[in-house]
């Protein structure tokens, strides 16, 4: 019992986080593609800003679940924080590859019958900047969770020991 308060903090934080980079990627996909989106355009932004902040949400909570399973079931004790904090990356970049989301979605790019690489040169080549903002920001956005990550992990690291001394300690009667 005196671990499921830090992993469920863990999984908060993750999500939290995921909810703030989520609003800066809407607030990127806005800005890039201003002059494309239609009108009224006080009506997209709105849709636009929500449905990167669930995308976030949806990333980074996956990814903080992810990591407290793995936290729960394989490290009931840690013996070198080190090691769990890498192995916490490992687990949210995982996460990470195999949630892939817009503008990297396999579908999507199957169904036009482009392949990635194909995509990416053509942004590159014709000069598109909206599309090169909206690949680097997607890629900030995966190396920001596997930050996070690490951070999420230390801080289950200081609350599981604080947890633990606070369910170890003797009781004065």
Do not use: C
């Not at 890039?32 to 009108?39: D, G, K, L, R, V």
């Not at 080190?82 to 996460?95: E, P, S």
């Not at 900047?129 to 990550?149: D, E, Q, R, Y």
């Amino acid at each position: 019992m005196w671990r499921a308060i830090p992993l469920a903090k863990m999984v908060l934080r993750m999500v939290v986080f995921g909810a703030l980079l989520g609003a800066s990627l809407g607030l990127v996909t806005v800005i890039a593609f201003q002059s494309t989106i239609p009108a009224p355009k006080s009506h997209y932004h709105p849709q636009i800003i929500v449905g990167a902040v669930e995308d976030g949400v949806l990333l980074a909570g996956l990814a903080g679940i992810a990591m407290a399973l793995y936290a729960g079931i394989v490290h009931r004790y840690v013996h070198k924080p080190a090691h769990f904090r890498f192995a916490m990356l490992i687990v949210a970049t995982i996460v990470t590859l195999a949630v892939v989301q817009y503008p990297f979605h396999i579908m999507t790019l199957s169904e036009f019958g482009i392949p990635l690489i194909d995509w990416v040169l053509w942004a590159l080549r014709e000069g598109n900047s909206a599309m090169i903002a909206l690949f680097a920001a997607t890629i900030v956005k995966h190396i920001a969770i596997g930050w996070m990550s690490l951070y999420a992990a230390s801080r289950y690291l200081r609350d599981a020991s604080e947890s633990f001394s606070k369910s170890r300690a003797p009781t004065l009667a």
